[in-house]
């Protein structure tokens, strides 16, 4: 049974003032999957990752056209509040940024900002995601104190923590390896792979092996074009397009 | 080779001497009021208002100009610091920080900073010629208030400015609105240099003569309301040093030594004072 479609994105095209950042982007990004996004640097990613959960247009002169649907929901439409998208669609950043408060705060922020004050429920929250983030067991004991003085590991994982606790449907993940060592990255992409039971996840990553352990479904972008999708291992065991044959095979990075 | 570790030595010198003369009239100006000031320094100075004949010789202290200051400062931090940090957040966290409209504001901080503080108290005076006010705290609130604004906005500028842009967008990612992300991690994260730019504006405020010249008057009274006229402690040292009786002169020294105690006090407070919260900046 093929699965079911999460995120639909139709034409979507990004403007930094005149030159195109993303160029008709036309995809599906099935549910409880790992999508990768690969490409060379600068070809788009990140933008096209950012662009689902609407965080490129915080900045002044980008310009966003073309839609994307989360489920039913079209995430442009003005009748929805952004933070409700955000909400629904979390972000996992390229460096863990942990905000200026302790674990424990760190971890109930999104909660409490959708409204749940209550003690008890936000103990609950904070001990579950930070299971799931696998950062119990180390914290359990010093959750009032600052979460800057975590290793960087285990900030990131903090911060996947964090992310879960506001209950997204879906996890965006920015080269969420890339400031970890070997064993940090290790133990992010193990959750990873444990969260998709779960979770919908789409993971921008330029390290092309990360990427043949995680996909389930590839999309390869070349200058702000979706070049080829497909299943993992239609792209990687039988890539249609050459520019995806010679970016697989180390000829343009 | 040679030439190089002499540049090197060079600079070292240089620096030292910078360091040197920094602290050396730091030094000096703590040691000619604490020579000058302490002989004249009585408890009556920070108990008592000037009584007849104070600028005489005879007896009172300058418990009017403490007061005086203390609500003047107060006043005038709070109101400048309501206006500069809405705008300073909004610069920062709904505008680009490098938009157009955001290096406009700064010049125009700039440009303000660089008025004499005279200059405001002469602004400040026509305002109450016009409202048919007469020199009162409110009115002293008031010229103080615009003398610190340049200073506090711009440097609380600098200091959000620094907060990391990651930080903002992992506080959108959760859902959080602009305004939430602006006040519980903007102000949180930048809050020691907040701090900083709040007692770099007061200390300029409360050790202002010539704004509140015009504005606040000066009176032998403690003022107990806002329409009355407020003495500070900057004229207090002004009059006691312009008379021609040398006791009356130690005095003024020893009213710059209980200013120079006020400025202290007051950042050593607001540093314990935030000392709890800081702890959790990320750095």
């Known amino acids: 049974m093929p699965p079911e479609t999460h995120l639909r994105i139709r034409d979507l095209c990004v403007k930094y003032g005149s030159s195109y950042g993303l160029k008709n982007i036309t995809a599906d990004i099935p549910a409880q999957r790992i999508t990768v996004i690969i490409g060379p640097s600068g070809c788009g990613k990140t933008t096209l990752l950012r662009s689902l959960n609407r965080l490129v247009d915080t900045r002044e002169g980008v310009t966003v056209s073309g839609q994307i649907f989360v489920g039913e929901q079209e995430i442009h439409d003005p009748a929805h509040y952004v933070t409700e998208i955000r909400k629904r669609v979390g972000l996992l950043a390229q460096r863990p940024c942990p905000l200026p408060m302790s674990i424990y705060d760190n971890v109930a922020y999104g909660p409490r900002l959708h409204g749940t004050r209550d003690r008890a429920t936000l103990d609950r929250i904070v001990e579950h995601t930070l299971r799931e983030g696998a950062l119990w067991e180390e914290v359990k004991d010093r959750l009032h104190t600052p979460a800057s003085a975590l290793s960087i590991g285990q900030q990131q994982r903090l911060c996947l923590a964090r992310g879960l606790a506001v209950e997204p449907e879906v996890l965006l993940c920015d080269e969420p390896t890339s400031a970890l060592d070997p064993h940090s990255s290790l133990h992010i992409e193990q959750r990873f792979l444990a969260l998709k039971e779960r979770y919908t996840i789409v993971m921008v990553t330029h390290i092309l092996r990360q990427a043949r352990r995680l996909a389930d479904h590839v999309l390869f972008l070349y200058l702000g074009e979706l070049i080829e999708q497909g299943s993992a291992e239609e792209v990687f065991g039988n890539p249609q397009h050459p520019l995806t044959r010679q970016y697989l095979s180390g000829t343009i990075s | ?283």
């Open chain 2, 1 to 283: 080779m040679d030439l190089r570790r002499a540049e090197e030595g060079l600079f070292k010198g240089l620096m030292l001497a910078s360091m040197v003369l920094v602290l050396g009239s730091l030094a000096l100006i703590l040691g000619v009021i604490l020579v000058k000031g302490l002989p004249a320094m009585s408890l009556d100075m920070i108990t008592q208002t000037p009584k007849g004949g104070y600028y005489l010789g005879k007896e009172g202290g300058i418990l009017n100009a403490i007061l005086g200051s203390l609500w003047l400062t107060l006043g005038a931090t709070v109101l400048s610091l309501a206006i500069a940090l809405p705008v300073v957040l909004y610069l920062n966290t709904w505008r680009d920080a490098r938009s157009r409209l955001a290096t406009l504001t700064r010049l125009s901080f700039d440009i303000l900073w660089g008025i004499p503080s005279i200059v405001y108290g002469a602004f400040g005076f026509t305002l109450m010629l016009l409202f048919g006010l007469r020199a009162s705290l409110l009115a002293g609130i008031l010229a103080i208030a615009l003398l610190m604004l340049p200073i506090m906005a711009r440097s609380l500028d600098e200091v959000v400015r620094m907060v990391p842009r990651d930080l903002l967008e992992a506080s959108y990612a959760l859902g959080a609105t602009r305004w939430e992300t602006a006040v519980r991690v903007v102000v949180r994260q930048a809050l020691p240099g907040l701090v900083t730019a709040v007692l770099l504006a007061m200390g300029r405020g409360i050790g202002d003569a010539a704004a509140v010249l015009f504005t606040a008057g000066f009176t032998d009274a403690v003022p107990t309301s806002l329409l009355q006229p407020a003495a500070t402690l900057p004229l207090a040292i002004f009059f006691q040093l312009g008379t021609p009786f040398p006791a009356v002169q130690a005095r003024a020294y020893a009213s710059a030594l209980i200013l120079t105690v006020v400025i202290l006090g007051i950042s050593l407070a607001c540093r314990l004072l935030t000392r709890r919260l800081v702890k959790n900046v990320v750095r």
